[in-house]
């Protein structure tokens, strides 16, 4: 489980990335920089529950030694 998460971090990390790449700078809120900011935003949010999903993990592995 734990590769699991690190590869799904990682998948996250890399559209995150790739989103960040799309945009552009001088009108954000137009053509495909919009879907950029979208994607942006979802990558981050899986990243952020992806943590908490182990972060919990870590709690529940602790609590039941």
Sequence with gaps: MKIF?????????V???FNITRLNFTNLFA????YA???IGASF????????????KEIEK???E
């Design 31 to 34: 053509g495909e920089s919009m």
């Design 45 to 56: 949010c899986a990243i952020l529950i992806l943590l908490i999903f182990r972060m919990s």
């Design 15 to 17: 559209l995150l990335i």
């Design 37 to 39: 900011l979208i994607g």
């Design 5 to 13: 998460t690190f590869v799904l971090i990682f998948l996250a990390s």
């Design 62 to 64: 602790r609590m039941n």
